[in-house]
Nanobody, 124 residues
Framework: VQLQASGGGLVQTGGSLRLSCTAS????????MGWFRHSPGKEREFVAA????????YYATSVKGRFTISRDDAKNTMYLQMNSLKPVDTAVYYC??????????????????WGQGTLVTVSS
């Protein structure tokens, strides 16, 4: 599976962005998907995940209620709708895919395919 993340950019505090992660290669619908982020001086952080069927989602406490993860298997694409953005959300956002029947997963080691990252900058 090859993953391509897009949709990052510069937005003001309180604004919104929608990230996309498009997959090519093997069957997208069989994979659990997740978003992680990495900002300077911090460790990589889990953001959100969705299981292979789309029936279950899981969010980091810091983004719950503001971010929504979804997937469209017909388009081989996963989305992260980010609302009420804050400067602390500034980071490079990475999408990831991994196998397993019991997702969604919040641990990076549960994912074996990663996209290249897209930069989100939230100005104050």
């Amino acid at each position: 599976v090859q993953l391509q993340a897009s949709g990052g950019g510069l937005v003001q505090t309180g604004g919104s962005l929608r990230l996309s992660c498009t997959a090519s290669g093997r069957t997208f619908s069989s994979y659990n998907m997740g978003w992680f982020r990495h900002s300077p001086g911090k460790e990589r952080e889990f953001v959100a995940a969705i299981n292979w069927s789309g029936s279950s989602t899981y969010y980091a406490t810091s983004v719950k209620g503001r971010f929504t993860i979804s997937r469209d298997d017909a388009k081989n694409t996963m989305y992260l709708q980010m609302n009420s953005l804050k400067p602390v959300d500034t980071a490079v956002y990475y999408c990831a895919a991994g196998p397993g029947l019991y997702g969604p997963y919040s641990r990076a080691y549960d994912y074996n395919y990663w996209g290249q990252g897209t930069l989100v900058t939230v100005s104050s």
